[in-house]
């Protein structure tokens, strides 16, 4: 369980530290980014290593209307990532767009997982998100865009990229021993 907490406060500590320590981020240049790559990429393997070896209470299982909700939203929050990315309508419209997609992924397994390893990754990435949020929120000013173009092909991208980006998702949990579908 060590493991799993360090690598959720890895995570949070390299995201957060260009936000609530912005001086000393700038003193460390383009050295930054690599220090941050770093701790980001350890993090995940923590996370990854933690979660597979905790073990705790469990107080909900997966049940097939959770499951269905869960991959719903999945498709949404990958989704939230490809137009964010691909700037299309929607990803042009909301200020946040992949850090709600964390939010939604994060909750998504929730739903279907209530585990304490479960409430602690997934409840402290939420966390995070939302703290993020909060952050970057008081710090800069944001506008909606009146005027939102894009061109049809950017929509359709973003759509296909996201059921591959599913497909391959799905692929790496059923690996890794987490059936997505029951």
Known sequence: MALLILGVLLWTAAHLFKRVAPDA?????NAGKGVATVAILASIVLMYVGYGRADGAFFWGRHP????????LMIFSVYLFAASGMKTRMG??????????????A???????????SFILFGGLLAWAVVEVIVINKQTEWSKPAHVLTEPKKEITAIVATL???GVIVGIH???GYPTFG
């Open 65 to 72: 209307a959770t499951v269905g909700i869960n991959n719903l």
């Open 164 to 166: 591959v980006v599913y």
């Open 174 to 176: 059923y690996w890794a």
């Open 107 to 117: 909750l998504a397994h929730l739903l279907v997982n209530g585990d304490v390893a």
């Open 25 to 29: 981020r700038a003193r460390m240049g």
């Open 92 to 105: 042009q419209k909301m200020r946040h767009p992949q850090l709600i997609a964390v939010k939604t992924w």
